[in-house]
Each structure stands twice: as structure tokens, then as C-alpha cells.
């Protein structure tokens, strides 16, 4: 006779049981896997990135929550400047900051401790200092990151993209001060400035170099010099005078160039200080100054008395791409990557990098400010923050 063979049912549930626990769990053990490993990755980068990762973690929890969305509604009386961080908003107000993502969540409040809050971002952080305060904070889309104290109110700052921070200052002994704060914000360079006083600074992507406009007069003629230097030296690797120019904003690119934009000129020097290109305008003619991470500067300015814009496009690598001429004057600028939105009116008109348009946007009212977030365009009006896609 056969043998027959027993099944136990009770077995069974429990082996099928077990596998879809395990399966289920999996899951969860697969995302920390992932998370640790990206943290380890991350480590070995910096701590700017494993801040970006940490921000995405916490940003989750905003998938499952309800806003109202956009426009979102401003204090406007107590605003300051809307710029982008990381994709979304971030909010400058005199009393505090505030980040919001793609759907008009609030994902972060900070307090600030000074009502004429100024703030430079790039790479999802921001860097918020103020004319008179000795302090910035360092911050990232969910978290203050640590803060810099100066000698005196700050006059110029900017932040690296590996979050690197430099900042200038006057003294009782020097003109202006130039300090700069590596990631974990120990002082890595400090340069003293006796004869002229320092208008902008900018950091390499890396934070090695930082270049510097310093302004002084000589006989009631004003100048400009344009000083780089690697962060490991006192002694600059490019010092170059332009007389009667008052440089406003110095801009070192992703591609190594610095371009420096002042009053009647913007010049494009290579990081050794060479002239690479010129622009010349009338002077006192500028309008606006914008620029992105990488570098990509657009300059407008007057021509024709007023009755002309122009509008002069200069890329990462010091190339201009574009000049172009447009009727009346703009009520605000911004510029990103290859684009440029310029707003007359309710009307945005958006540029390629050559100077073609690519897109007009009617907005409900004229907008006082425009903000790229990634793909999207975010402007400010009325009191409210307004998305167009």
C-alpha cells in the first residue's frame, strides 16, 4: 500500500504567513538601505549634500498634506525679497524666512534677528545677512545649517555651491574685511582691505577662489579693482584696475570666468585676470543685474534716453550670446540657465539664450518680481505669489 502523505494546513498558513511578512517588510529594510547608502555616498561628498538629502527625507511628509496652494497670499508689508531655493519660493520677510515647495506648502520657518534681511541662494541654501548686523545664517529648504559672525554689519556676502561662505566688513583698522568660512564654518582665509572698500564678492563652485570688486577714488575719479584669489593665499592671482567704473556685481562662473558688471561697462576676465570680452552702455544706464548658479549673468540696460532696453546675455563661459533691444523699460528681470524673463507690464516675455522669444505670459497684475524654480516660473503681484508653468 502507498504511503499517503500528510499536509498540515496549519504549517502552510503559517509558511505563507511568514513570506508575506517578509515581503512587506522588505520594503521599508530596502528604502533604509538606500537612504544609508545615499548618507554614506553623501558623506564623503560634503555636508552640503548630505543636507540636500536631508531635505528631501523631510519634504516627504508634504505629500500627504492639503494647502491652498497658489497665488499664495504675502505679508506684503513686511516683505523683503522672494527668490528660489532648491525648486520652490523661499521668503524673506523682515522678521523671518519662510520655503515653500511646487505646491505651495510651508515646509519651513526660520526667525530672524534684523528687518533689512538681504539673502544669496544657490544649490538649495540660502544665505541671509543683513547691512546691519554682524550675522548670517546659513540655511537649507528645512533647517538652519550654522551662522557666521563678522567683526561689523556685513556688507557683502556669497555662498559656494559645496557651501562654502564668504563675507566682507569694515573695521576700526582696514577699509573692508574679506573672510571665508568653509563648509563647517571655520575661517579659512581673511584678507584686509586698507585703500578701498569691498561692493561684491563671489566664490568659485568649490569655494577655492573668490573674486572681489573693491571700490576706491583717486584725485575724485572713481575706480574699480577686480581682485581674485585662491582661498590658500593672501597674495591674489589677478588684480586688475578699470578706471571711472563702479563695479556693482562681480560674478565668478561655474566655467572660471568672472564677470564684472559695473555702471557704464561689463567686462569678462579668465581667472588669471585677462580681458575676454567688453560691453560698453551709457553710463549710469544700468537697470538690472541678475545672474543664476552657474554663473550665466544678464545685464539691461538704457538706451535711446530711456526709450530702449538693452538687454545683453553673457553665458557661463564668458561668451556673450546675445544683445537684444526691446521698447520701454522692464519692470523686473530674472535669468536662468538659458532663459531670460523680462516683465513690462502684464506681460513676461521670455528669451532663449540667443535672444529669440520662446513664450509670453499674461500675468493678472504686473508682476514686481520673477522667480525660476526649476522648470517654472513664479512671479510676485499684488501681495500674492503667482505660478505659471
Given at each position: 500500500?502507498?504511503?499517503k502523505k500528510?499536509i ?5 498558513r ?6 508575506k ?5 522588505r520594503?521599508?529594510v530596502v ?5 544609508a ?5 553623501a558623506?564623503l ?5 548630505v543636507?540636500?538629502?536631508t531635505d528631501?527625507?523631510r519634504?516627504?511628509k508634504t505629500v500627504?498634506?492639503k494647502?491652498e496652494?497658489?497665488?499664495?497670499s ?5 516683505l523683503r525679497?522672494?527668490?528660489?531655493i532648491?525648486?520652490?519660493?523661499l521668503?524673506?520677510?523682515?522678521d ?6 511646487a505646491?505651495g506648502?510651508?515646509?519651513f ?5 534684523y528687518?533689512d534681511?538681504?539673502?544669496?541662494t544657490?544649490?538649495?541654501?540660502a544665505?541671509?545677512y543683513s547691512?546691519?548686523s554682524?550675522e548670517?545664517v546659513?540655511?537649507s ?6 551662522r ?6 556685513i ?5 559656494s555651491e ?8 569694515s573695521?576700526?583698522?582696514h577699509q ?10 571655520k ?11 569691498i561692493?561684491?564678492v ?11 570688486a573693491?571700490?576706491?577714488a583717486?584725485?575724485a575719479?572713481i575706480?574699480?579693482r ?6 590658500k ?9 578699470y ?12 566655467d572660471n570666468?568672472?564677470?564684472?558688471a559695473?555702471?557704464n561697462?561689463t ?8 580681458a575676454l ?11 538690472a ?19 530702449k532696453?538693452g538687454?545683453?546675455?553673457f553665458?557661463?563661459?564668458g561668451?556673450r550670446?546675445c544683445?537684444?533691444s ?12 538659458n532663459r531670460?524673463?523680462?516683465?513690462i507690464g502684464n ?5 532663449s539664450a540667443k ?5 509670453k505670459i499674461e500675468?493678472?497684475?504686473a ?13 510676485v503681484e499684488?501681495g500674492?505669489i503667482?505660478?505659471?508653468?
Open positions: 500500500m502507498e504511503d500528510i498540515s494546513l496549519k504549517k502552510i503559517k509558511t505563507k504567513l511568514l513570506k511578512i517578509f515581503r512587506i517588510a520594503i521599508p528604502v533604509l538601505v538606500v537612504i547608502a545615499l548618507f554614506l555616498s558623506r561628498m560634503g555636508n552640503v549634500a543636507s540636500n538629502i528631501s527625507i519634504q516627504a500627504f498634506s494647502s496652494g497658489y497665488p499664495y504675502l505679508e506684503a508689508f513686511n525679497k522672494v527668490e528660489s532648491g525648486g520652490g519660493p521668503i524673506v520677510y523682515n523671518s524666512s519662510l520655503v515653500l515647495n505646491s506648502d510651508e515646509i520657518r526660520a526667525q530672524l534677528d528687518a534681511s538681504k539673502v544669496i544657490k544649490n538649495g541654501r544665505l541671509v547691512n546691519s554682524n548670517a546659513l540655511q529648504k528645512t533647517e538652519e545649517l550654522g557666521i559672525t563678522a567683526e561689523s554689519p556688507v557683502a556676502a556669497d555662498i559645496n557651501g562654502t561662505t564668504a563675507v566682507s566688513c573695521s576700526a583698522e573692508s574685511v574679506l573672510s571665508v568660512y568653509n563648509s563647517r564654518f575661517k579659512v582665509f581673511q584678507w584686509n582691505c586698507s585703500k578701498e572698500r561692493a561684491s563671489s566664490l568659485s563652485p568649490d569655494g577655492k577662489r573668490v573674486a572681489v573693491a571700490i576706491g583717486d584725485n575719479e575706480y574699480t577686480i581682485i581674485v584669489f585662491n582661498v593665499s593672501a597674495d591674489p592671482v589677478a588684480d586688475v584696475r578706471s571711472g567704473t563702479f563695479v556693482m556685481k562681480v560674478v565668478y562662473t561655474a570666468r568672472i564677470i564684472a559695473g555702471d561697462r567686462v569678462v576676465l579668465n581667472k588669471k585676470g585677462e570680452d567688453e560691453l560698453i552702455y551709457p553710463e549710469d544706464s544700468v537697470l543685474i541678475c545672474s543664476d548658479d552657474s554663473g550665466n549673468t544678464v545685464v539691461c540696460y538704457e538706451e535711446f534716453g530711456g526709450a532696453t538687454i545683453a546675455r553665458s557661463k563661459s561668451k550670446t544683445s537684444v526691446i521698447d520701454g523699460i522692464p519692470d523686473c528681470v530674472s535669468a536662468q540657465g531670460t524673463a523680462v516683465a506681460e513676461i516675455t521670455v528669451y535672444g529669440k522669444e520662446t513664450k500675468t493678472e497684475l508682476p514686481t518680481s520673477i522667480i525660476f524654480c526649476s522648470g517654472t516660473i513664479y512671479t499684488g500674492t503667482c505660478k505659471y508653468s
